[in-house]
């Protein structure tokens, strides 16, 4: 059974800078793929980052660029979201999600399993 557990969500100034990890369990290889996902209420799920596993090839959205950075640590089974100068529109809860297609999940965005999530609130 595949499971994903977010932490590191909370509040902070704008400005200021977060770090959400997810930890993956479930999977008997690398070849697979994590992604984030935000979702603000009253608003549309939104993609933010992923990453695949097997290679490192990262993906964001423009409107994080320069700003948030994905990585991972696959000895650990977690992947990272690295997020500075955090603006009040960031605030949402941030999940992660997981697919063994980088295409189905980033593009299609597909949601087969996923975390329950992490608050970050960011304060103007």
């Known amino acids: 059974e595949v499971q994903l557990v977010e932490s590191g969500g909370g509040l902070v100034q704008a400005g200021g800078s977060l770090r959400l990890s997810c930890v993956v369990s479930g999977f008997s290889s690398d070849d697979y793929t994590i992604g984030w996902f935000r979702q603000a209420p009253g608003k549309e799920r939104e993609r933010v980052a992923c990453i695949s596993m097997s290679d490192g090839m990262t993906y964001r959205e423009d409107s994080v660029a320069g700003r948030f950075t994905m990585s991972r640590d696959n000895a650990q089974n977690t992947v990272y979201l690295e997020m500075h100068n955090l603006k009040p529109e960031d605030t949402a809860l941030y999940y992660c999600?997981?697919?063994?297609?980088?295409?189905?999940?980033?593009?299609?965005?597909?949601?087969?399993?996923r975390g329950p999530g992490t608050q970050v609130t960011v304060s103007s």
């Open positions: 999600a997981a697919d063994l297609q980088l295409f189905r999940l980033w593009v299609l965005q597909i949601i087969t399993y």
